[in-house]
Each structure stands twice: as C-alpha cells, then as structure tokens.
C-alpha cells in the first residue's frame, strides 16, 4: 500500500514538474522554421480559449481566403471555434491583421505580436500579412498544451525575407502529378514561405498541359510517362485552378515549357516539327539530350507562339520558363534562332523569360544548376541568377546509398548537406558577385518517382532547410540548432502524412 501511494506522489511530482516546464516555453523556443529574423520573448502567456474572434479591416480576397483556412487550421489545432469579423474592437482578445503603411520596410516585412491582451500581424503588404499567418500557424503548432488548452508565449517576432524569390519546382513531365498532388504540395510550400512553384511541363516523356491549337500534344504527347505508364495532363481549366489555388497562397506558379530539347513528346505529336517530317515513337526511358526543335521549320515558330500566347494567359505572375537545357541535338546557331525567338514570344507577352544555365543565352534571368564550359557565359549575360545547384539543391538526389528513389550523378546529398549552402558563397566562387541574387530553387525531377509519398520521401525533409537559406538570414542559420527545430517538424508533417525518411 505504502509503496503504491509513493509510486503515485512520483508520478504526480513528475507531472507536475513537465507541466511547470511547459509552462516555461519561450515564444523564441518555438522551432520555427524558416527562422524569423527577430524573436523577442516576454514572460507572460495566453490561452487560445480567450481569444474570441479573427479582426480584420483589410479588404483583400486572397486574405480572406487565408483566414477561412486558418480558422478551419485553429479548430482542428486547438478545438476551438474563432469567428472572422470585419471591424475591430480593441475591447476584446483577438488575433487582429492590420496594414500599417510603411516604406522603409521590405514587401514581406510583417510584424507579429502576442500578449496578453491579443495577438495581432501588421504589415505593409498582403504579402506580409500572409507571411505572418505562417509564421502564427507554427506557433500553434508547436505550443505547450496546459490543462488541455493551447498556451501561447508573449513577444514580439519582427522578420522580413532575405531573398525575394524561394522556390521550388517539380517535374510533372517524367510523371504526371494530377491536380490534387500539385495542390497538396502548394499547402506545405506555403507553410514554409515559398512564394514561387516551377512546373516543369513538358519533356521527352510527356507534354502535361492542354494546348487548344495543338490538342495532340496532349492526347498523344500526354498519354504516358517514364516506365510506360499511363500519364496524363491538366487542362486548361485544371491548370487555371492550379494558378489560382497557389495565389490565394501568396505563391507563383511559373510554367516550363523546355526548348529545343527535351522536346520527344512534342516531336511525336507532329510530324511537321521533326526537320526530315518523321514522328519519333513516343518516349519512356530517362536519357536526355537527345531530341530538338527543328530551327528550319516554320511550323517550329508558329507552334512556340501558340504556346507560349496560351499558356501566358493562364498565368498571373510575371515569368515563363523557356528550359534550354541539354540541347545536345541542336547546333549552336538553330540554338541561338529558337531560343531567341521565345524569349520575344515571351516578351510580347509581357512576361520575363527564364532559362536553365547552360549555353549562351539572352534571356534576363538564368537558373543557375550545374556548370559546364560555355554555361558561364550564359549567367553571365543574366540581369538575375536564381540558384539551383544540383550537388545542394536538387531534391532528386539520393540522401545515400541506401535511399529508395532518386539519382546520384551531382553526387548524395544528406539533410545537412542540402541546408549548408549559401547563394552568396557560390556567386563569390564563381565571379558572378555583380549579378543580382534573385533566390533559391529547390527541383524535384521525377525519374524514380510516381506518387505524393514517393515524392515527399525525397523532398522531406530537405525543403525545409532550402526555406531556410531563402528567408533567414545566413549569421542566424547555423545546423545544431536547425536540427532541434527540425525534429519537431518532422513529427508535424508525419501527422498530416507526410513521412521523412531521414
Ligand atoms: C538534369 S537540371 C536535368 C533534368 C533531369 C535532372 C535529373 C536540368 C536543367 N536538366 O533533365 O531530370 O538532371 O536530376
């Protein structure tokens, strides 16, 4: 009897002494990930149970969107209800979005406070509201739950972008991603302040994307995908759901279309590309360099204005992506007269042409991946460089030699690998200081891959360390700590399904 009773003062003791841990969680002990800039603790707290509604004065759609989510996300988080009400009432505990007015700050810029009294995200932007947003729903997430209620730490978290633009992007083109995968993929870059998605349309393997004056390009250019299997694309309207779902998450979908090479699905489609007027078979292997454009057509020229004029008006942000990779089939010259001849479809559109790194090149911006002899020259005819080094970057590279899926031609690439990395130290490296930084990229290319979890596999968890080279400024990442932090969000992405291997 006697030891039972000491057996339950222990494990009282032991109860009590967590909880009065707990109850010491600082709002910087919040394993936010990408780190805020700034975290300013106090030391006080407050319940989600006395926060009585949403406020918010901002007239935006895309916000109002977000707040829908949000109080779906607080129901589930914290299993209480939190009404959205449009005006605001000082009087009352409340999570309060407000657009202060400020030009010194940066576009993302957003201040995030927790007190007593409310919580409330002010910025200068839409943008920066949203930011906000994320940076709250982490904090949600990983609060101490006291006595069954959620218990939010006091301060005050200032934070701004280090770079403006952080992206990811996956090939849909070796597989096809439907709707659904693309839009599940959208919800977790969002958490983790992406603001730009790269879908790599088209390739040898399958042209993933409805083109009304080219509509065999999808019935047979879209029909399989790497391994013969069946593939598939989006149509327009898909598509335009795609664009619109991603804004309404403050990110950017950039279409891909891949020319001169890379182009098998497109050849096999229509004759009347192919220079001697012969459709190839349709492709289902994983060599590249072995198919082009043929630069004497003038089939050529109108089918890429087609294109381009299509796929511009389902798209809302600012760049196209013309590919321009691994032309290994084209010659120099046919190279430079298509090349040249998208990126003024592109410009006539009003959208900024953005090409892989390889080969001389005249488009504004170039994404940096993988250096090879003449490539060089070609960032460096760049205005803006978005890196995407494939021995850091790439999101298809195998962790190890154990991994599952994945390449290995840029080498292994583990967790810690692919967080070390800086853009500024590459440019340095390179001589490319002169040329504008415009973010990272993180590519998940889909040779060895064909569903959400196989992707997530070798995405998770190494996109979040490319979050944190895009956001977070570089004194304030260092890997000890990035690893705690990291931890706990892989026990958050394994309850919404989403398993890291590593
Ligand atoms: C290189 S990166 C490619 C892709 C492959 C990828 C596989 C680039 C511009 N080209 O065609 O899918 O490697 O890692």
Partial sequence: MKKKFYIIISVLLIACSTTTKKSNQKLEDIPFIPLAQEIKSSNSFLLANDLSSIQIKVKSERINVALNDFKKFWKEQTSYEIPINSSVNDNLKSIKLELSPNSETSKEFYQLRINEKGIEIKSNSEEGLYRGLTTLKQVVIFSDIKNNIKTFSTGIITDFTSYEYRGSMMDVARHFFDVEDVKRYIDVLSLYKFNFLHLHLSDDQGWRIEINKWPKLTTIGGEKEVGGTNGGFYTQEEYKELVNYAHNKFITIIPEIDVPGHTNAALASYSELNCDGISPKIYTGTEVGFSSLCAQRKETYTFLKDVVNEISLLTKGPYFHIGGDESYKTSKEDFIQIIDSVISYVHNNNKIPITWDN?????????????????????????????????????????????????NWAGYSSVKNAYEWDPKIIATQLNLNEIDILGIEAPIWSETISSFDELAYLVFPRLLGHSEIGWTSNENRKWEAYIQRLEKHKIYLKSINIESPY
């Fill in 359 to 407: 080969e001389v090149k005249n488009a504004e911006i170039a994404q940096f991946w993988n250096l090879t002899g003449s490539d060089l020259i070609a960032l460096k005819k760049s205005k803006k460089i978005i890196y995407s080094p494939a021995n850091k970057a790439y999101l298809d590279m195998k962790y190890d030699s154990l991994s599952k899926f994945g390449l």
